[in-house]
């Protein structure tokens, strides 16, 4: 006689959400293509998804706009480098920074440079950290 198991019964509960953490988990399902019951059900099981409201405030509308990217949108900005001309131009006025002082325009660019690297940095390692929320295997950050 063959023995068939039936699978575990399942229970509903009902939970009030704070309406951010309801819009998050409502984007994040739009943008994996899932029933916000399954996202909500992903997040019960591994967490909720990373949260950028502990980002500095200059880079938190940016972050925030990737909880309702697609999968190939996160990996595209996962992989992005930086660009050379700007990483050579960063270096070249750091070295000079310690060695002489920097005009004006320069210490202004080499802030700008200082930002745009940070946000860069921060939106690849948020990509990356979604992804991984999402199910991904996500590579060591040399091979990305």
């Known amino acids: 006689m063959s023995h068939i198991t039936s699978p575990p019964p399942k229970r509903s509960i009902t939970v009030k959400l704070p309406e951010s953490l309801y819009l998050r988990l409502e984007q994040t399902a739009q943008a994996t293509r899932q029933s916000l019951q399954e996202t909500t059900l ?6 909720s998804p990373p949260t950028w409201e502990t980002a500095p405030a200059e880079f938190q509308a940016d972050l925030a706009a990737l ?17 050379s001309t700007q990483t050579d131009r960063y270096q070249s006025l750091l070295d000079k920074h310690t060695n002489q002082t920097l005009s004006t325009q320069e210490q202004k660019e080499l802030k700008q440079l200082r930002a745009d690297f940070d946000r860069q940095m921060l939106l690849k390692a948020h990509a990356a950290v979604l992804l991984q929320w999402r199910g991904h295997q996500i590579p060591s950050a040399d091979k990305l």
């Open 42 to 47: 992903h997040a019960l099981q591994v967490g």
């Open 67 to 83: 909880d309702r990217m697609d999968d190939a949108s996160l990996w595209r900005i996962a992989r992005t480098q930086a660009d």
